[in-house]
Each structure stands twice: as structure tokens, then as C-alpha cells.
């Protein structure tokens, strides 16, 4: 069975989300009424070449081919191409049943790939919205660099089970800790320093003063140029954030996380 239908008949039990990485900020979320939620599905290899002199090849293999991808709401923090991916959204089939949500500058990259301005959710920092049983609170980032200046992360609430903080690619700030308000029971982070975004020790930083139950490292292998060893973070958590649980997720494969874990 292809991982897209293995995801689809995966049961999530109550209060839990299953999750699956696909390789740098890309995820599938599923919530326990069935509701498929992705962000920033890099599924393509269209970075690479983008910048001539830094190694931009995916290092991470394809595990569902755009047309395969057979989800309910398409979500991208910020118009960087590992994140809102062109290539991607151009070959998504099912854009008549996709909700396409993300910030101004993504929101274009839909509309010049097809998708119809009906399917289109503008999100930004303190926007809410709800599609089925989960709600998606939008937070704020700052931007790396002046080439997107609408970065933005995501609280994912799944029914009335747990909430997910993703960061999104960003420089630190304070602010970050603002997400704290959605009280996130599990925070996905970048953690790679490069490129101008959270070192493993800043994340650390930001998840001890957000105090989720865990926290997983992402965005730090897709790369040759743009790599980092999570278990840095491991050891960075261990010391900024007591009692916050690491998880290290592998490729493709659910993890199921309850808020009472
Ligand atoms: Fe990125």
C-alpha cells in the first residue's frame, strides 16, 4: 500500500494526532475525526540549482509523489521554495477538494499553480480558522531575510485533543513566545541555525520558556549545505527545558502524540 493510503487508513484515537514528517519543516498531521492536515510539503527536488555555489539537492527521498497527495487542508508558513514549493502545488491532483492555506506571498504561488480563489485561506500572525475538528491558530515569526518578510507558524488544535505549535522557518525574538497562549502541548521547531534561523541552543531557548510536554527538531536535514545534528538539540533541551520531552521522528512513519502522554 502506498504511504498516502496507509495515512488515509491510519485510525487516530481519540484525544491524539498521528504525525508524519516528509524531511525538513513537511508534515502530514491527522486528526482523530480523519481530517488530513499538511505544511510545507517539499516534495519535489526544485530547490536544487536555486542558488549556484550552495548544495541544494534533496537529501531526503520523495515518499508521496505530488499527484498521490490525497489531503483536506494544503498549509505553507512562508513563501521559501522547501516551503511553499511551486513544483508541488502545480502537480497536487485533487485541488477542487484541497482548502490551500498560508500567508499573502504563498497564497500567489497558489494562484499561479491553478488553485481557485475559493479554496484560498489568507493566514497571518492571530488569525484563526477552523476546517472540520481542527482549529489553526496563526502565530508570528520573524523573517530570515528581506526576500520574504511574511514569515509565520502555526498552533494546530486536533478536536479537543492536542495542540501543536510549528515555528516555521525564524530568526529569534521573544515574541516567539507568544504561542504560549494556545498553550501548545508539543512544539515542532526549527533548529539549524543556518540561513539565519533558530540555532538548536535559541529553540531550546524558546520551548523552555513555552514549557510544551515535547518537543520535536526539524529543518535540519534536507540539505548538504543546510544541516544540523538534532541531537544537539537534545542536549540543549535537556539544559533550557527541563521535563520537555525530546522526540526525533524518522521518515514516514506515524507518531502518535496525546496531550496526557
Ligand atoms: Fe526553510
Known amino acids: 500500500m502506498s504511504l498516502m493510503k496507509e495515512i488515509r487508513h491510519f485510525a487516530v484515537p481519540k484525544n491524539h494526532v498521528a504525525i508524519w514528517w516528509f524531511g525538513q519543516n513537511g508534515f502530514i498531521f491527522k486528526s482523530p475525526e480523519g481530517t488530513l492536515v499538511s505544511t510545507d510539503l517539499y516534495l519535489t527536488d526544485s530547490c536544487e540549482?536555486?542558488?549556484?555555489?550552495?548544495?541544494?539537492?534533496?537529501?531526503?527521498?520523495?515518499?508521496?509523489?505530488?499527484?498521490?497527495?490525497?489531503?483536506?487542508?494544503?498549509?505553507?508558513?512562508?513563501?521559501?521554495q522547501d516551503h511553499t514549493d511551486p513544483e508541488t502545488v502545480r502537480r497536487v491532483k485533487n485541488k477542487d477538494t484541497i482548502a490551500f492555506v498560508g500567508p499573502h506571498p504563498a497564497t500567489d504561488v497558489y494562484r499561479a499553480?491553478?488553485?481557485?480563489?475559493?479554496?484560498?485561506?489568507?493566514?497571518?500572525?492571530?488569525?484563526?480558522?477552523?476546517?472540520?475538528?481542527?482549529k489553526?491558530?496563526?502565530?508570528?515569526?520573524?523573517?530570515?531575510?528581506?526576500?520574504?518578510?511574511?514569515?509565520?507558524?502555526?498552533?494546530?488544535?486536533?478536536?479537543?485533543?492536542?495542540?501543536?505549535?510549528?515555528?516555521?522557518?525564524?530568526?529569534?525574538?521573544?515574541?516567539?513566545?507568544?504561542?504560549?497562549?494556545?498553550?501548545?502541548?508539543?512544539?515542532?521547531t526549527c533548529i539549524n541555525g543556518g540561513f539565519n534561523n533558530l540555532s538548536h541552543w535559541e529553540a531550546a531557548?524558546?520551548?523552555?520558556?513555552?514549557?510544551?510536554?515535547?518537543?520535536?527538531?526539524?529543518?535540519?536535514?534536507?540539505?548538504?549545505?543546510?544541516?544540523?545534528?538534532?541531537?544537539?538539540?537534545?542536549?540543549?533541551?535537556?539544559?533550557?527545558?527541563?521535563?520537555?520531552?525530546?522526540?526525533e521522528m524518522g521518515y514516514g512513519k506515524p507518531l502518535l502524540f496525546s496531550a496526557e502522554r
Not at 527521498?61 to 497527495?69: A, D, F, G, S, T
Open 205 to 247: 531557548d524558546i520551548v523552555g520558556k513555552i514549557k510544551p510536554k515535547a518537543a520535536i527538531p526539524c529543518h535540519y536535514d534536507m540539505f548538504a549545505d543546510n544541516q544540523a545534528d538534532p541531537k544537539q538539540f537534545r542536549a540543549s533541551l535537556f539544559l533550557k527545558a527541563p521535563g520537555v520531552v525530546y522526540q
Open 113 to 134: 499553480e491553478k488553485v481557485e480563489d475559493g479554496r484560498i485561506h489568507v493566514s497571518y500572525p492571530q488569525c484563526e480558522m477552523e476546517f472540520k475538528d481542527v
Open 49 to 80: 540549482g536555486l542558488h549556484p555555489g550552495i548544495d541544494l539537492k534533496r537529501r531526503v527521498p520523495v515518499l508521496i509523489e505530488p499527484e498521490e497527495l490525497d489531503i483536506d487542508v494544503f498549509t505553507c508558513t512562508h513563501n521559501h
Open 136 to 188: 489553526i491558530n496563526g502565530t508570528f515569526a520573524l523573517p530570515t531575510d528581506d526576500t520574504d518578510l511574511n514569515h509565520m507558524g502555526f498552533v494546530f488544535s486536533f478536536g479537543n485533543g492536542p495542540r501543536v505549535y510549528v515555528t516555521g522557518d525564524t530568526d529569534y525574538t521573544d515574541l516567539l513566545v507568544s504561542a504560549a497562549k494556545h498553550k501548545p502541548d508539543l512544539v515542532i
